[in-house]
């Protein structure tokens, strides 16, 4: 897997798909057909950032343009249009790649990519969410992970995959990420082997996830970008509404663990399935926000794309709705955004975004009911997710 320090030995490279002076279009191809019109996607490649070996990828279609970054497979930029027209960019990210940062509030908090302990826009694995006192057992052996958030290791670890410089390739409407995680890579047991997919189709943006592995390992991916829907400087959601597709949660530990208990949420703060107005809906929550997965589906279901979310924002119009063959959501609130500096110079504080991480249930390796994150040596791992950004 290549890693940060990785970086500086690819100044002396040349990367002969990429023009250095511009973006470089790959293909704009329209063979997708929605409401009876056809849309077409352009691809575009160019370096970015102040060191070499990275590359941002702009997928632009009539209704919404996505950057990706190979730094992490990292969505840095999404725009879309509101009601009237307007685009805005509802993805929180950083204009550069390197920082001073997130340091404390009275410091400059001058940010960027290689400094971000926040995981803007980035893919994470090997295993997303929290594992619990950063241990397991897979076929009678203990494994153990470095611990990064309180007693637990979060997100895949210190180096996990959003710290890594992923391969990038053209596909028709996007482009692939992949890398390669050597076996005892942050502790994980086998050698895996990961991509994702970042397609655009009109107004749906789709992220497909890939892997194989060596040897059986926990494996949970997904996409950890922060949105807000009023724009990317706005000052937070709670003129945001919600609905989540969920009957059930987990509720969590002092330390962000479940419990093991799969709690019904009639009747309580964390039932969103009708839509919800997100600024008195965290007055009621436990603790500082939202940071609960939501159970779409059970040990035993079958394998298929389900609806997740709907996201509204009234004053502009704009709509996001996700979907995925996932088990879980995780509906986080931005609880620990603390002022570091983003695009544009904006400072990003507590509740200015919300993620939707779609993914399997946290701990899933230490808890048996749970739905299985195990993959073994022969097996594919396959999940996909859907973005689509509308208006109303």
Known sequence: MRLLPLIEQEKKKEKPDVNKSGPKSLHNRGDFIKRGQPTMTDVSVQQWGEVGGVDLWVLQSAQVRVEVLSLGAILRSVCCRGREGHMEDVVLGFDQLEGKGNLPEAESTESGYLSDQRYLGATVGRVANRIARGRFVVEGKEYRLDINNGPNALHGGLRGF???????????????????????????????????????????????????????????????????????????????????????????????????????????????????????????????????????????????????????????????????????????????????????????????????????????????????????????????????????
């Open 162 to 392: 959003n710290k890594a410089i992923w391969l990038a390739t053209a596909v028709e409407g996007g482009v692939q990420l992949s890398l390669t995680s050597p076996d005892g890579d942050q502790g994980y047991p086998g050698e895996v082997q990961v991509s994702v997919s970042y397609t655009l189709q009109g107004e749906t943006l789709t992220a497909e996830y890939q892997a194989r592995s060596t040897k059986t390992t926990p494996i949970n991916l997904t996409n950890h970008s922060y949105f807000n829907l009023a724009g990317q400087a706005a000052a937070d959601i709670y003129d945001h509404q919600v609905s989540i597709s969920a009957q059930s949660y987990l509720p969590v530990d002092d330390s962000s663990i479940p419990t093991g208990e799969i709690r019904r949420v009639k009747g309580t703060p964390f039932d969103l399935t009708t839509p919800v107005l997100i600024g008195p809906r965290l007055k009621e929550v436990p603790g500082p926000g939202f940071d609960h997965n939501f159970c779409l589906s059970f040990p035993g279901d079958s394998w298929t794309e389900r609806d997740a979310a709907r996201v509204c924002h009234p004053a502009s119009g704009r709509v996001l709705e996700v979907s995925t063959s996932q088990p879980g959501v995780q509906f986080y609130t931005a609880n620990f955004l603390d002022g570091l500096t983003g695009k544009g110079g904006v400072r990003y504080r507590k509740h200015s975004s919300f993620c939707l991480e779609t993914q399997n249930w946290p701990d899933a390796v230490n808890q048996a009911p749970f739905p299985s994150c195990l993959l073994c040596p022969g097996e594919d791992y396959h999940h996909v997710t859907r973005f689509t950004f509308t208006t109303v």
